[in-house]
C-alpha cells in the first residue's frame, strides 16, 4: 500500500510528536492503575528510567534484537516495584508519594554517577528501533486490557479499594495484594514506555527519570480522570499537544500549562473525561 505524499511528509514533520502520544499513554496508564487502586505513587519515571537504560543496554553491549529487548525490559521495573511494594505500601497518601519519588532520585543518583550507563552526559547512540506501529499497538492493548479488567470483578475490587481502603478489607478484598499487583503492572507500562522512548530518541539521560517527569506523568491522569482507563490518555495526548498547539507563544506556554491543570483539579475533579465504566453484574 502507498502511503499519499501529502501524509508521508506530515508523518515525517511529526514523527516525534506522535510517537511521544503512544510513550506518554502509556506513562498515563502506569499512573492510572496505581490512582485506580487508591493508591498516591510516583515512582512512574523511576520504573520508566530502568526500562530505558536497561533496554538500551540490551540493545548497545548485547546486540539483543528489539522483540526480546522490550520484554525484557520490564524484568528490572518490576523487581524493583517488587522490592520497594512490600515496605512502601504500608504507607498512604503522600507519604507513599514522598517515598516513591525518594526511591526515584536514588536512582537518578546511581545513572549520573555510573559511568558504564554513560553518567551525568547520558546514553547516546541507541538504536531507533521503535516504530510507531509498535508504540500504538501496545497502548491498544493495555487499554483493552484494563478495559476488560475493570469491568470484571477485580475492576469492582478496585473502585472499592479507592473509595474506601478500610470497608474494602472488611469486606475480604486482599487489599495489599491488589496494591502490589497495581504496582508491578504500573512498572510494566512504564519500562514498556521507557524502553520505546529510548529507541524512538536514540539518546537518553538521567535528567529524563527524575521529579519533573514523575509530576508531568501525575498531571497525565489529573487532567483526564481516573473513571476510565481511556481518560488519562486523552489527558496525555492534550499535555503532549498543547506544547506544539502554543508553539508561537513560549512566554506564557509553562504558566498556562499549570493553569489548565490547576483549574482542571478544582472545577472537575473527575477530570475533563472522568465518566465510570459500565460494570458487569456480580
Known amino acids: 500500500m502507498t502511503i499519499p505524499g501529502w501524509l508521508d511528509d506530515f508523518l515525517w514533520t511529526y514523527q516525534t510528536l506522535i510517537h511521544d ?100 552526559l547520558g546514553l547516546n547512540g541507541i538504536p531507533e528501533r521503535a516504530e510507531t506501529w509498535m508504540i500504538f499497538s501496545l497502548l491498544g492493548v493495555a487499554l483493552l486490557a484494563l478495559f476488560l479488567v475493570g469491568r470484571s470483578r477485580f475492576g469492582r475490587a478496585m473502585e472499592a479499594m479507592r473509595e474506601d481502603a478500610t470497608a474494602a478489607a472488611a469486606m475480604g478484598i486482599n487489599v495489599r495484594r491488589y496494591h502490589l499487583m497495581a504496582l508491578v503492572t504500573s512498572a510494566i507500562l512504564a519500562g514498556l514506555a521507557g524502553s520505546l522512548g529510548a529507541h524512538e530518541a536514540d539518546f537518553i539521560s538521567p535528567g529524563e527519570y527524575g521529579f519533573e517527569p514523575a509530576v508531568t506523568i501525575l498531571s497525565f491522569a489529573l487532567l483526564g480522570g481516573i473513571g476510565n482507563p481511556a481518560a488519562p490518555v486523552a489527558g496525555a495526548w492534550f499535555l503532549t499537544l498543547l506544547p506544539e498547539m502554543m508553539r508561537d507563544l513560549p512566554e506564557i506556554r509553562l504558566a498556562l500549562n499549570g493553569a489548565i491543570i490547576v483549574l482542571a483539579v478544582l472545577f472537575l475533579p473527575r477530570g475533563l473525561f472522568g465518566w465510570r465504566m459500565k460494570r458487569r453484574a456480580a
Request: aromatic fraction near 10%; proline fraction near 4%; include cysteine.
Open 21 to 120: 502520544l503512544g510513550i506518554n499513554g502509556l506513562l498515563a496508564l502506569a499512573m492510572y492503575v496505581v490512582l485506580a487502586v487508591g493508591q498516591l505513587s510516583l515512582g512512574q519515571a523511576a520504573f520508566m528510567g530502568l526500562g530505558a537504560y536497561s533496554g538500551a543496554l540490551l540493545s548497545m553491549k548485547l546486540h539483543w534484537p528489539f522483540a526480546l529487548v522490550l520484554p525484557a525490559s520490564c524484568v528490572a521495573p518490576v523487581l524493583f516495584a517488587l522490592a520497594i511494594g512490600v515496605p512502601t505500601l504500608r504507607l498512604s497518601g503522600v507519604y507513599l508519594a514522598i517515598a516513591t519519588i525518594g526511591l526515584g532520585e536514588v536512582l537518578r543518583s546511581v545513572y549520573i554517577n555510573w559511568d558504564y550507563v554513560g553518567g551525568a
